[in-house]
């Protein structure tokens, strides 16, 4: 994400056009290029930042009010992916009960080894 040109969203994109997968992203850049200073953790809901001479100091936040509606649309997408394949969190989510991140942890675990697919 540090490089000239990054776009998280716009490889998320062609993953799925040019290879017919179906990437979940659980984590999301905090800015690109040179201001790419941290990540919003989709499971959690929460920020890390990195800061210092190499990025050596590493603070969890609240995700940034101005980055909110870009994690919660992002985190939605996710929960559809996710629940689309554990009937249980399924329900849940239909039904707007929270889903906590161990369930979230344990679905996409379930996903990877029973399933093999590869997020």
């Known amino acids: 994400m ?21 990437p979940v992203a659980i984590q999301i850049p905090i800015g690109a290029e040179d201001k790419f200073t941290g990540l919003i953790d989709l499971i959690s809901m929460k920020a890390y930042k990195w800061s210092g001479t190499n990025g050596d100091t590493v603070e969890e936040i609240d995700v940034p009010a101005e980055l909110m509606d870009n994690a919660e649309s992002s985190r939605s997408e996710m929960l559809d992916q996710i629940t689309a ?12 009960q929270p889903i906590s991140p161990q369930e979230l942890i344990a679905s ?12």
């Open 2 to 22: 540090d490089r000239v040109s990054a776009d998280f969203f716009a490889v998320i994109q062609e993953v799925k056009d040019k290879l017919k997968a179906n």
């Open 85 to 96: 394949f554990d009937d249980a969190l399924s329900e849940k989510f239909i039904m707007e």
């Open 108 to 119: 996409l675990r379930n996903l990877l080894f029973r399933e093999r697919y590869f997020l």
